[in-house]
């Protein structure tokens, strides 16, 4: 059956004139919320003693957890390090001096970047507990007006969430946030460097799996007959835990002067005996590091301290001695540097370390690859990925999620990867050109937060960047030598997956530039009067879209080509704002776009990049309660009752949900119930009813809430102000309808030929092919209207 869906569709060149009246910008607040985020960080500093104290037992608990999750794919990396430091030229130097060296070499490697860089230093920059590339451009963008996307708002800045770093702002922050705020071609490329970054570890993402399995597996001539299939994350403590223990049997019986090679001094006669090739196997000793990154990407799953705690008296050690009991056995046994992990293993424990090895390699592909959902999901709300399904693998643990469409393609290019190298040398090459990238770039944001976010002298920020350049540098130039060897799957991966994410953000953004440049005026709705020059029907009109201010140009489309409108209408935003997680009572931002007799809102629901935006079958029922509270707020606040009616659509509040059990402004009843709704079963009309009826007999087990609103018997509120709220209420019980744009976007005929092709090739493509708005809104297909749209950018 046909789903009763309108579709007006004509050109947008049609519109009334933009709009000559500068609308107000919403700089309006609840009451009393100035002042609540510092009093509220001030309180936060003198309960941090206790707070940790009291939260010790919980970080030794999160840390045993963070075995698997975190420490997964670190955990493997001895699986593969040294065959792949003594491949190619480097086999000529095969001797106890080299290997030495090469001991001396990851040490340091695990010393300086996963201890020094992540543990100590980068573990502070969480975003309100969130880590990785995003949160880190996420800072960014709140301290200084990096973000292309020009729908921030000032009410954007109360969010609790939002204040991070010391108050005010240093002269050395301030040149440096004005300098690129000033040019738009280093927004740009510094948001190309983020790209980049999310790219390497999806990427990452792809390599690892084939990596950690193939090397786990090398030890058995018969290659993979008889392995241990999936894994259970709760039992990656017990899984790693015993890999760790188990490596000491393979340290204390072949070579005691091992230790001497802590000593950088081996480093240096490391490169004097084998010079350009010894550079050149590098990229074979950063294999050493791969998994770093998540010490810092899965930081909001659990906590800085849980992190340390974890790898300074566990991970840490045990991958010292690990890196060498192998260093010590394979310098009295050169010829078994090819299979150096499963040769340094006595014979009596061969197969219980094959065994858990393998399944470590199992979790720590799976952390990986939840990682890769994860980033997608975060690229996704900062507008830099298209809409895809996602999918909440646990109610009990925040931010568990499944992408399938994601997960497919990483199983099909993994599959191509373990088929296509068949061996780890090549797959080696590309994974480790893929962490070095992310390090690399994580290096240059943390720099740019020293400075902006907290404050520091451009002198100690510049430091810290080349000191640790210098030493990635080397690493990554070495990984970039081996690209024709394997190293050029990363680098594709990664540019097919930021060119998506940056055609995606770059036709978002044409398309919201276009809203804003023709956004309905308000002089032209005030002209039409309350009725706007229709019939106004009974019911809430809904209408989506993407601007935070100013009517949106399918509004006019909509009164131009139906005779009727909806008594109450309110224009609804939903919007992602670089946080990681808006407060249920800071969601809703409510304000009135003309006066009071047209019944014309606008609600705005803010989500952070972490939140989930669950079907929770309540949205609608929030809503009416939210504006029932700002009518009674505008009946009472001074800054709510200025006549000039050109000031409509700026005054916006924040309407918090705990309102709603203090004391609402109206009486809620609920009830749950199955089928029709009452409103659609009371209708006149039989069409609308029988329409309904064919919906809900192909959705039987739909349950729906039914809620009732009431106003209470108050003496002392204003008859304007019940008559609203009755208008209101009368409204919802006669239905709600969601109107929505379906537009086509399409480059103008004097673009240039890259444009055209990002837009009309690229952009569309992706538009077709991704999950519609009103899905991933959930918005009920029976309720739906949409209005077709060419925009010409």
Same mark, same amino acid.
């Given at each position: 059956?046909?789903?009763?869906?309108?579709?007006?569709?004509?050109?947008?060149?049609?519109?009334?004139?933009?709009?000559?009246?500068?609308?107000?910008?919403?700089?309006?607040?609840?009451?009393?919320?100035?002042?609540?985020?510092?009093?509220?960080?001030?309180?936060?500093?003198?309960?941090?003693?206790?707070?940790?104290?009291?939260?010790?037992?919980?970080?030794?608990?999160?840390?045993?957890?963070?075995? #698997?999750? /975190?420490? =997964? $794919?670190?955990?493997?990396? *001895?699986?593969?390090?040294?065959? +792949?430091?003594?491949? !190619?030229?480097?086999?000529?130097?095969?001797?106890?001096?080299?290997?030495?060296?090469?001991?001396?070499?990851?040490?340091?490697?695990?010393?300086?970047?996963?201890?020094?860089?992540?543990?100590?230093?980068?573990?502070?920059?969480?975003?309100?507990?969130?880590?990785?590339?995003?949160?880190?451009?996420?800072?960014?963008?709140?301290?200084?007006?990096?973000?292309?996307?020009?729908?921030?708002?000032?009410?954007?800045?109360?969010?609790?969430?939002?204040?991070?770093?010391?108050?005010?702002?240093?002269?050395?922050?301030?040149?440096?946030?004005?300098?690129?705020?000033?040019?738009?071609?280093?927004?740009?490329?510094?948001?190309?460097?983020?790209?980049?970054?999310? #790219?390497? /570890?999806? =990427? $990452?993402?792809?390599?690892? *799996?084939?990596?950690?399995?193939? +090397?786990?597996?090398? !030890?058995?001539?018969?290659?993979?007959?008889?392995?241990?299939?999936?894994?259970?994350?709760?039992?990656?403590?017990?899984?790693?835990?015993?890999?760790?223990?188990?490596?000491?049997?393979?340290?204390?019986?072949?070579?005691?002067?091992?230790?001497?090679?802590?000593?950088?001094?081996?480093?240096?006669?490391?490169?004097?005996?084998?010079?350009?090739?010894?550079?050149?196997?590098?990229?074979?000793?950063?294999?050493?590091?791969?998994?770093?990154?998540?010490?810092?990407?899965?930081?909001?799953?659990?906590?800085?301290?849980?992190?340390?705690?974890?790898?300074?008296?566990?991970?840490?050690?045990?991958?010292?001695?690990?890196?060498?009991?192998?260093?010590?056995?394979?310098?009295?046994?050169?010829?078994?540097?090819?299979?150096?992990?499963?040769?340094?293993?006595?014979?009596?424990?061969?197969?219980?370390?094959?065994?858990?090895?393998?399944?470590?390699?199992?979790?720590?592909?799976?952390?990986?690859?939840?990682?890769?959902?994860?980033?997608?999901?975060?690229?996704?709300?900062?507008?830099?990925?298209?809409?895809?399904?996602?999918?909440?693998?646990?109610?009990?643990?925040?931010?568990?999620?499944?992408?399938?469409?994601?997960?497919?393609?990483?199983?099909?290019?993994?599959?191509?990867?373990?088929?296509?190298?068949?061996?780890?040398?090549?797959?080696?090459?590309?994974?480790?050109?893929?962490?070095?990238?992310?390090?690399?770039?994580?290096?240059?944001?943390?720099?740019?937060?020293?400075?902006?976010?907290?404050?520091?002298?451009?002198?100690?920020?510049?430091?810290?960047?080349?000191?640790?350049?210098?030493?990635?540098?080397?690493?990554?130039?070495?990984?970039?030598?081996?690209?024709?060897?394997?190293?050029?799957?990363?680098?594709?991966?990664?540019?097919?997956?930021?060119?998506?994410?940056?055609?995606?953000?770059?036709?978002?953004?044409?398309?919201?530039?276009?809203?804003?440049?023709?956004?309905?005026?308000?002089?032209?709705?005030?002209?039409?009067?309350?009725?706007?020059?229709?019939?106004?029907?009974?019911?809430?009109?809904?209408?989506?879209?993407?601007?935070?201010?100013?009517?949106?140009?399918?509004?006019?489309?909509?009164?131009?080509?139906?005779?009727?409108?909806?008594?109450?209408?309110?224009?609804?935003?939903?919007?992602?704002?670089?946080?990681?997680?808006?407060?249920?009572?800071?969601?809703?931002?409510?304000?009135?776009?003309?006066?009071?007799?047209?019944?014309?809102?606008?609600?705005?629901?803010?989500?952070?990049?972490?939140?989930?935006?669950?079907?929770?079958?309540?949205?609608?029922?929030?809503?009416?309660?939210?504006?029932?509270?700002?009518?009674?707020?505008?009946?009472?606040?001074?800054?709510?009752?200025?006549?000039?009616?050109?000031?409509?659509?700026?005054?916006?509040?924040?309407?918090?949900?705990?309102?709603?059990?203090?004391?609402?402004?109206?009486?809620?009843?609920?009830?749950?119930?199955?089928?029709?709704?009452?409103?659609?079963?009371?209708?006149?009309?039989?069409?609308?009813?029988?329409?309904?009826?064919?919906?809900?007999?192909?959705?039987?087990?739909?349950?729906?809430?039914?809620?009732?609103?009431?106003?209470?018997?108050?003496?002392?509120?204003?008859?304007?102000?019940?008559?609203?709220?009755?208008?209101?209420?009368?409204?919802?019980?006669?239905?709600?309808?969601?109107?929505?744009?379906?537009?086509?976007?399409?480059?103008?005929?004097?673009?240039?030929?890259?444009?055209?092709?990002?837009?009309?090739?690229?952009?569309?493509?992706?538009?077709?092919?991704?999950?519609?708005?009103?899905?991933?809104?959930?918005?009920?297909?029976?309720?739906?209207?949409?209005?077709?749209?060419?925009?010409?950018?």
């Amino acid at each position: 059956m046909n789903e009763p869906d309108i579709a007006i569709e004509e050109e947008s060149n049609d519109l009334p004139p933009p709009t000559a009246v500068g609308e107000a910008q919403e700089s309006t607040r609840a009451a009393g919320q100035d002042g609540q985020n510092e009093h509220a960080q001030i309180e936060g500093k003198k309960r941090t003693s206790k707070f940790v104290l009291a939260n010790f037992p919980t970080s030794l608990i999160l840390a045993y957890q963070s075995f #698997g999750v /975190v420490y =997964g $794919d670190l955990s493997t990396s *001895p699986l593969y390090v040294y065959r +792949s430091i003594f491949i !190619g030229k480097l086999q000529n130097h095969q001797n106890p001096e080299t290997i030495f060296g090469a001991f001396s070499l990851i040490f340091w490697t695990l010393t300086l970047i996963p201890l020094l860089k992540y543990v100590i230093l980068l573990l502070s920059a969480d975003d309100n507990g969130e880590g990785g590339t995003f949160a880190l451009y996420s800072l960014l963008c709140r301290h200084g007006k990096f973000s292309l996307l020009p729908n921030q708002q000032a009410a954007d800045e109360e969010l609790s969430a939002y204040k991070y770093g010391p108050p005010g702002q240093s002269s050395s922050s301030v040149s440096v946030k004005r300098f690129l705020e000033k040019h738009k071609k280093l927004r740009t490329a510094l948001l190309l460097v983020v790209l980049l970054g999310a #790219g390497m /570890v999806i =990427g $990452d993402g792809v390599v690892t *799996p084939a990596m950690s399995v193939l +090397s786990s597996v090398s !030890g058995l001539e018969a290659a993979h007959k008889g392995l241990p299939q999936g894994g259970v994350r709760s039992l990656s403590c017990i899984i790693l835990v015993g890999l760790f223990a188990l490596q000491h049997c393979g340290t204390h019986k072949w070579n005691p002067k091992i230790l001497l090679a802590l000593s950088p001094h081996y480093i240096i006669k490391f490169f004097g005996q084998t010079g350009r090739d010894g550079w050149i196997s590098l990229g074979g000793v950063l294999l050493a590091i791969t998994g770093t990154e998540a010490m810092f990407a899965d930081l909001g799953h659990f906590s800085a301290c849980s992190i340390r705690i974890a790898f300074l008296f566990l991970v840490y050690p045990c991958l010292v001695v690990q890196y060498m009991g192998q260093a010590a056995f394979l310098s009295k046994n050169i010829q078994e540097i090819p299979n150096s992990f499963y040769g340094s293993i006595p014979d009596s424990v061969f197969w219980p370390v094959f065994v858990i090895a393998t399944l470590a390699s199992i979790v720590g592909s799976q952390a990986i690859i939840s990682a890769t959902f994860s980033i997608i999901k975060q690229c996704h709300a900062l507008g830099c990925f298209p809409r895809v399904k996602v999918v909440h693998t646990s109610k009990q643990i925040h931010g568990q999620i499944y992408i399938p469409e994601i997960n497919w393609i990483l199983m099909i290019l993994t599959l191509a990867v373990a088929l296509g190298f068949k061996d780890t040398t090549a797959i080696g090459n590309a994974y480790g050109l893929a962490v070095m990238s992310v390090m690399f770039i994580t290096t240059f944001l943390m720099a740019l937060v020293m400075v902006i976010v907290w404050q520091r002298s451009i002198i100690l920020a510049v430091g810290f960047l080349l000191f640790f350049w210098f030493i990635e540098a080397s690493y990554l130039v070495a990984a970039f030598i081996k690209v024709p060897q394997g190293g050029w799957v990363s680098l594709v991966l990664s540019f097919i997956f930021m060119s998506v994410m940056f055609v995606w953000h770059y036709g978002t953004r044409r398309k919201y530039n276009f809203d804003l440049h023709n956004k309905v005026p308000l002089k032209w709705i005030l002209g039409l009067g309350p009725s706007l020059g229709i019939v106004r029907v009974p019911g809430i009109g809904l209408i989506y879209s993407e601007l935070a201010t100013g009517v949106p140009a399918i509004f006019s489309h909509f009164v131009t080509n139906l005779p009727a409108f909806h008594k109450v209408l309110v224009f609804v935003c939903v919007k992602s704002v670089p946080v990681p997680y808006v407060s249920p009572e800071e969601r809703f931002l409510i304000g009135r776009i003309c006066p009071r007799p047209y019944r014309m809102y606008r609600c705005i629901v803010r989500y952070g990049y972490k939140d989930l935006q669950g079907d929770d079958g309540n949205f609608e029922n929030q809503l009416i309660q939210s504006i029932a509270e700002f009518i009674q707020m505008e009946a009472v606040e001074p800054q709510f009752s200025s006549p000039d009616s050109v000031s409509y659509d700026g005054r916006m509040a924040v309407i918090s949900s705990r309102s709603f059990e203090s004391g609402s402004s109206l009486i809620v009843s609920e009830m749950e119930e199955f089928g029709l709704s009452n409103s659609i079963q009371s209708s006149k009309s039989i069409t609308l009813r029988s329409l309904r009826s064919a919906y809900d007999d192909e959705n039987p087990q739909m349950r729906r809430r039914h809620v009732r609103f009431q106003i209470p018997q108050s003496p002392g509120m204003d008859p304007s102000v019940r008559d609203e709220l009755l208008e209101l209420i009368q409204a919802k019980e006669a239905g709600v309808a969601y109107i929505m744009g379906h537009s086509y976007i399409k480059a103008r005929r004097s673009s240039s030929f890259l444009k055209k092709l990002v837009i009309d090739f690229g952009y569309s493509f992706l538009r077709k092919n991704c999950r519609g708005p009103a899905v991933a809104l959930h918005i009920p297909h029976i309720s739906l209207i949409e209005v077709g749209m060419i925009y010409h950018v």
